[in-house]
Every structure is written in C-alpha cells, then in structure tokens.
C-alpha cells in the first residue's frame, strides 16, 4: 500500500507519542518553549505560579525546569500533588511536608553532578563558620528527626481527647506515733508542735487531678515552622546557594485548603533562600485569600505568573510552536516526514480539534494515524487521499471525547451539578439552537457566571477564539468568541449538522453574528424553550432529537 502511515518507523513514532502523552522526567529533553524565555524565567530566584489547561506543559516546565537546577547542583524537591487528591487539612499539608523532606533527603544521597556547583559533600567537612563546622550529618539528623515526628502525626487522629491525670499521697498519724517518732530522732523534745500536726487515727489519702485537652495538628504544623526554617537554613549554609521546591498540580488539592497550603510552605520559605515553583490549573485553583486576614500567595506581590496557554486567536504562533513538538517526535522514531503523514488541511483541523493544547494535540495526532490506517485498508483508493485528512481527524477527535469525559468527571468531583450544566447549556446552545460551533459571550458578563465558562476552557471543553468582536446591531458592546469541542460534535458516533465557522481563516464577519450571542445567565430549562420554539413542529421529534436528560457527553 503506497502510504508512509504503514511505514514501520510510524509505528515507532506511535508509541513514542503513546509514552509521551504525561509530562515526565525522562522525557526533558523533548521539551520545547511555547513561548520565548520561559525556561529561563521559570529559574530565578522567585515564588511563581505557572498556569495552564490540562496538557498545555505545565509539568513539562517544572520537570525541564527542575531537571536544570538540579544538573547545576542546586537543591531540589519535586512534589506532585496527585496523589494527595481528596486528602483533608491539615493531613493534606502534613503528607505534603512529608514528600518535600523525603526528596530533599534523596537529593543528598543522590551522586552529584561534575559541573556547575561546588561538590560539598564527598568531602563531609563543608567549611567553618562563625567557628562552627557544618557537614552533612547535621542536615541528615534533622531531617530524618523531621520525618519521623511528621509520619507519627500523620497517623494521629486529630482534635482527639487527650487526657493527663497527676497524683498526689497524704498520710496522717496518730499523736502517740508522732510522738515516738520524733521522740526516738531528737531525745527529750516534747512534742507541743507536732502533736498539734498529728492529730486523729493514721489515716491515707490519693487525691488526682485530671486535665483535658485536644490534639490539634494544625497546632502542632505551626509550632513546628522555626524547625523547618533551619533545615532550609541548613541546607543554604551548606551549599551556599538556593533550593527550589516544585509543587506540581495544586488543582488537585481540595480547593478550600489550596491556599492554606502555599501560605505556610511560603512562611517556611522566608528568608531561607527557598523558591516555590507551583503549577495548576488556574480557574480551579486559589492561591490566595484576602479576608480575613491574608492567606497563601499574591500574584505579582508574593509569586510572578508563568502563563501557558497559547489560545487559538493566534493561530500562527500556536500552529508553528505544535509543528515543532510533532517534528521532534518524527525525528526521533526517524519517521518520513511531517508533510508526507498528514495533509495541510488535516494538520490545520489537527490545531483546531485540540484547541492548541500540545497533549491533546499530540493525541489526536496519533489517533488520527489509526483512522487513516483503517480507511485506506478498507478502501486503498479512497478519495480522501494516502495522509491524514480532515475527516480522519474529525473521527479522531470523537473518539478522544471519551478521555476527556474521563478527565472531566476526575477534575470535577468536589462540582457536581454547576460545571455539568453550564457544559450542557453550551451543548445545547451550539448544536440545537444555533447549529454552529462557535458562541459569543459579553465581556462585562458577570465574574460568577463567566468563571464557569473559564473553568471549561481550562478542562479542553471549549476554547478561545477571539479576545474582542463586535456585532453590528449590539452598538457599545464586545464580546469574547469561543469554540466548543470538536469531541461534542465529530466522530462517527455524532453527527450534527452544524454550520462550522473557519474562523482561524481571517474572515471576521462571520463571527459578527447576534444569534451567536450566548447568555450564561439562562437555565436549562430556559434554554430548552427557546430550541422547542425554534424547531420545526414534526411529527416524527422525540426526546433523542432534545436531548432532554442528557448529561455532557452523552450523545443527544
């Protein structure tokens, strides 16, 4: 069969996509900037919070990031935060203290590089200060005291009844053996005194004295911040240099505890020549609470922002950065070609379907390989040519709503009802009211109602288009462009007939429509009105054809 997609080598390329789709250690040196000086950036010496959707590189960053500090000698601790998902407060902050020194100890153990930093401790005595010698011991010791005593209160119930009893002995005699007994120490003392101190029948007593208290880890986490100051303190002074924490993930804390947790690693951190290097997604996430009083860290005060997300209004800058990982991966399984695999057109719709989040992009691209594989086993001769066409991908990006609805219900656990329905309500706008692909929504939309809306572009549910547009009968009003999906809309389980708007093709007046316009402030049910109005009475409607019911994802 005359197609470079039956070539061995895509078969090699095949898995190398299949292993890359996780961030991971190993794989560093794929690691491509999606924006110029970010790595370098995401190095200096400040607390920073990186943002990004689901698959846009977070991790990627932070491991490229780690993976450099750590080649230079410096100190370094990365955390993911995963699997800590579900865990409450102060437990949560606790098992995260717990990772921090265990990668910090491993770190020690671990051989140190040959170039960059000095290599203090093959030799164990560092250096003297102050008159005091500081080696490596000393650092060990406190860390393995820190372990332990954090892995004892990770086991303890909290705020459980403590309760501490002191006992007190009294004894009294009689006068008559009072006087024998003073009598026979100190001969011819008469006992006016003592008789008057013993008096009645000999007699014994136990009196207790029972206090109660509660156990509060909280209590004990923040007694224990000076300790976890002189560990890092220890570890500057050792290596003259800075350490760098990576927590990876914070989305995946419960939200409430989110900031509770940045503020007291950034209490550790202060003045200890320690850097937080924290990533997530950005509108699951608090970093920080004002009232009532201030918790966690403020972006551009407390911590910069890194932000990822390359959108699909700059579809050049977003096209040519994705070309690049793809050509790296071609590359390496010495496949043909990047323009010998896939179409210009199906490349282009590639970009579209994943929104521009490399991983969903990198997905699509290998699922695509399998339907056009299929297609031309079935028909060598198929008109939609020997690459990977459109339609191949459209069937490619139904297929993955499947993982997406997997990751959607994952990431929305702690929302059971707000973000599903806001999902369905842009479902129905899109494929049942307007039949088209793209909405627009008012930029002075409430902060309420547009933050769901944000919450799905950073899930990969729906993505930006356009920042500003205009419509022509809304004079003094602007509005955001936004795309649903293609895994709501394509594959061979899902056939909509929908009027797709190309926008990435420059054409702005197809944009300007009013019946795009999307009010978030409508219910369900509102909605579902406004389609049964719209649609043409028939005899044959039913329920499928509403989609009444329907939860996201579920066909309609």
């Known amino acids: 069969m005359n197609s470079s997609l039956f070539n061995p080598e895509v078969d090699d390329l095949l898995t190398l996509l299949e292993e890359g789709a996780r961030a991971s250690k190993r794989f560093v040196k794929r690691f491509i900037e999606p924006m110029h000086n970010t790595l370098r950036r995401a190095q200096n010496r400040r607390h920073q919070i990186v943002f990004g959707r689901r698959g846009s590189g977070k991790s990627s960053l932070l491991y490229k990031t780690a993976h450099e500090l750590t080649t230079k000698g410096y100190p370094v601790a990365y955390v993911d935060l995963e699997p800590f998902k579900g865990h409450q407060y102060p437990d949560v902050l606790i098992s995260v203290l717990l990772a921090t020194l265990i990668k910090l100890n491993s770190w020690l153990g671990s051989r140190p590089p040959q170039k960059g930093r000095r290599i203090w401790w093959t030799a164990g005595l560092i250096r003297r200060k102050t008159g005091k010698q500081l080696d490596k011991e000393k650092l060990v010791a406190l860390l393995s005291d820190a372990v332990d005593d954090l892995m004892n209160q990770l086991h303890l119930a909290d705020y459980s009844r ?24 100190i001969p011819g003392l008469h006992g006016e005194v003592e008789a008057s101190i013993a008096e009645g029948q000999t007699q014994s007593s136990r009196s207790a004295t029972t206090e109660e208290s509660k156990r509060s880890k909280a209590d004990y986490l923040h007694r224990k911040i000076l300790d976890y100051q ?255 999906d293609f ?33 978030p402030r409508m219910s369900l049910s509102e909605l579902q009105r406004e389609i049964d109005e719209l649609r043409p009475k028939s005899p044959t409607a039913n329920s499928n054809e509403r989609g009444e019911g329907m939860l996201p994802f579920q066909e309609s």
């Not at 053996?177 to 009598?183: P, T, Y």
């Not at 329905?421 to 930029?443: D, G, H, T």
């Not at 007939?497 to 795009?516: N, P, Q, V, Y």
Request: aromatic letters at 8%; hydrophobic letters at 35%.
């Open 162 to 185: 403590l309760v501490s009893t002191t006992e007190r002995r009294a004894s009294t005699t009689t006068q008559e053996e009072a006087h024998a007994e003073l009598g026979s120490s």
């Open 230 to 484: 002189q560990i890092f303190a220890t570890i500057s002074e050792l290596t003259d240099s800075d350490s760098y924490l990576f927590l990876d993930d914070l989305y995946h804390i419960i939200r409430a505890d989110q900031a509770r947790v940045l503020d007291y690693f950034h209490r550790i951190a202060k003045g200890q020549n320690l850097w937080l290097k924290i990533g997530t997604i950005k509108h699951r996430s608090t970093w920080y609470v004002p009232f009532p009083q201030p918790i966690g860290l403020k972006t551009s005060d407390d911590a910069d922002e890194i932000n990822l997300d390359l959108t699909l209004e700059k579809f050049s800058t977003t096209q040519k950065f994705l070309s690049s990982i793809l050509d790296g991966y071609i590359e390496e399984a010495k496949a043909s070609p990047r323009d010998t695999l896939v179409s210009p057109g199906g490349f282009e719709r590639l970009v579209i379907a994943s929104g521009s989040v490399p991983r969903d992009f990198l997905a699509l691209f290998r699922k695509a390989i399998g339907e056009a594989r299929e297609r031309l086993t079935k028909d060598p001769g198929s008109s939609h040519g020997s690459k990977i066409g459109i339609e191949d991908v459209n069937m490619a990006a139904g297929e993955y709503g499947d993982s997406k609805k997997e990751e959607f219900q994952k990431d929305t656990f702690e929302d059971e009802t707000q973000l599903p329905e806001a999902l369905e309500k842009i479902r129905r706008f899109c494929l049942q009211r307007n039949r088209s692909n793209v909405l627009l929504m008012e930029q002075d939309a409430s902060v309420a109602d547009f933050d769901r809306v944000q919450e799905l572009i950073d899930l990969r549910l729906v993505h930006h288009v356009k920042s500003r547009v205009t419509v022509s009968d809304r004079p003094g009003k602007a509005y955001r462009a936004l795309l649903l």
């Open 487 to 519: 895994s709501q809309y394509t594959g061979a389980r899902r056939q909509y007939d929908i009027d797709m708007i190309e926008f990435w093709k420059g054409d702005r007046e197809t944009l300007r429509k009013a019946r795009l316009i999307y009010d």
